[in-house]
């Protein structure tokens, strides 16, 4: 029988893997969103694992790239506006934002030779999941169908619901980023390299990644977000049916996959309809009922004319101040990430924070070694959201930390620019 080996790490890797376990931790579970104390420690995690960072020989803080330097720019560019120009909002509205973008030093650290800890926060993230999902799960089911609306605004009644472990829209939206990442690594299992794993990790893994897969699968459509679905529907599919790169074949499993979430996205419906005719006077046809409800709500016409209201006043003010922005919050459209961007700080620092966002998933697309269908999935969901919905602190631990791990533990670099920088700690293999 094989002896069990502890890998012993230096202190100052286990008090960086330490920090950025709470900040998981902290981020992802809904309990921890609103006390001071949970609050203080965070700011503390991310105090000490860039002061360790900076001291490490490939610091991104003392190295930057032009992604960190863009986030720098972005943060005191935004600090300074707040402080400038006086609207409703305070300062603290930009937390979410800044949080989100400090993971993005996290994934940038992470390229440079440091696949191990991604790989641990990748893990660390699957362990905490299932936690908060259950919770959510069981608010749902017991609670109200809508419990996750709830908690998306800012009451007395959402903090009562955070500490009973049920997740808001951005805990949803944040299971949505992953999904891609973890339909990948469980139907194609040859991604998941077992290298020279005992078998029982190997299969922990498994059972890991199918657990997560099947909750988040189950929570994503209890939750009734058309858009979470839609989004959903697509990296599903295009993991499953998008293989080649060629440009033919891409291009038509591309349409395919589109006409198919088309189709579904149409006929969802009638089909829940159907299913709640066969299946009354039973248990299932109340859930069944109560899934057609939220989507019902979510489409409902006073949604999409508010919605569409919202973007075109963000699109009216960028047209109107198309070089420094209104930089006043107050006018903007407040419903999504990208657009508010644009109408408030102008086509400069908009284009800059679309292009934090998306630098990732087109970073990834530039590597042969990538899946080109989750690699598809991940632009188009990474993308999609923040063009619809605001960004939050755990959308960035996903987009930078979470896919890295991701690529990690698939043997795969996500960037060839990784080994001709020597950032790279290990070849990547099939």
């Not at 749902?140 to 959402?158: L, Q």
């Not at 159907?274 to 989507?295: C, F, H, N, P, Q």
């Not at 070694?369 to 063009?387: D, N, Q, S, T, Y």
Request: proline share 4%; with cysteine; hydrophobic share 50%.
């Amino acid at each position: 029988m094989p002896k069990l080996r502890i890998p012993r790490y230096p202190l100052h890797v286990l008090l960086r893997r330490a920090a950025l376990a709470y900040l998981i931790i902290w981020v992802l579970s809904p309990p921890l969103a609103y006390g001071t104390t949970w609050r203080v420690l965070a700011v503390m995690a991310m105090l000490l694992w860039m002061a360790l960072d900076t001291l490490a020989p490939r610091s991104v803080l003392r190295r930057p790239n032009w992604p960190v330097l863009g986030t720098v720019l972005f943060v005191i560019y935004t600090a300074f506006i707040e402080w400038l120009v006086p609207d409703s909002s305070a300062i603290n509205r930009q937390f979410a934002i800044w949080i989100m973008l400090f993971f993005l030093l996290v994934g940038e650290s992470h390229r440079r030779g440091r696949s191990d800890e991604a790989q641990f926060c990748f893990w660390v993230i699957l362990m905490v999941l299932p936690v908060w999902s259950v919770a959510t799960l069981w608010g749902i089911n017991t609670i109200a169908g809508d419990v996750s609306r709830t908690i998306a605004r800012s009451s007395d009644e959402a903090r009562d619901l955070a500490a009973q472990g049920i997740g808001g829209y951005g805990y949803i939206y944040t299971l949505v980023l992953c999904l891609p990442f973890l339909a990948q690594l469980a139907f194609r299992s040859r991604t998941l390299s077992s290298g020279s794993q005992v078998r029982w990790k190997y299969r922990l893994q498994r059972m890991l990644i199918w657990g997560n897969l099947l909750l988040v699968a189950l929570l994503i459509v209890r939750a009734g977000y058309a858009i979470a679905l839609i989004l959903s529907a697509f990296a599903i599919l295009s993991v499953l049916m998008i293989r080649s790169r060629r440009s033919l074949p891409l291009a038509m499993s591309v349409c395919l996959v589109g006409l198919l979430v088309l189709t579904a996205s149409v006929a969802v419906q009638p089909l829940l309809g159907v299913m709640e005719d066969m299946s009354a006077g039973t248990e299932y046809s109340a859930k069944v009922r109560d899934i057609r409800d939220s989507l019902q709500d979510d489409q409902s016409t006073g949604t999409v004319e508010g919605r569409t209201e919202r973007y075109l006043r963000s699109i009216k003010l960028f047209a109107e101040n198309p070089v420094l922005g209104t930089l006043t919050f107050d006018d903007v459209g407040k419903h999504s990430a990208v657009l508010d961007r644009f109408a408030q700080y102008g086509f400069g620092f908009g284009l800059l924070f679309l292009a934090l966002l998306v630098h990732v998933p087109l970073r990834a697309a530039r590597s042969p070694l990538a899946p080109i269908g989750l690699v598809l999935a991940f632009l188009i969901v990474a993308f999609g959201l923040p063009m619809s919905n605001n960004v939050f602190m755990s959308w960035g631990l996903v987009l930078y930390v979470f896919s890295r791990g991701a690529f990690g533990v698939m043997g795969i670099s996500g960037d060839q620019a990784d080994r001709k920088q020597g950032f790279e700690g290990r070849q990547p293999h099939a």
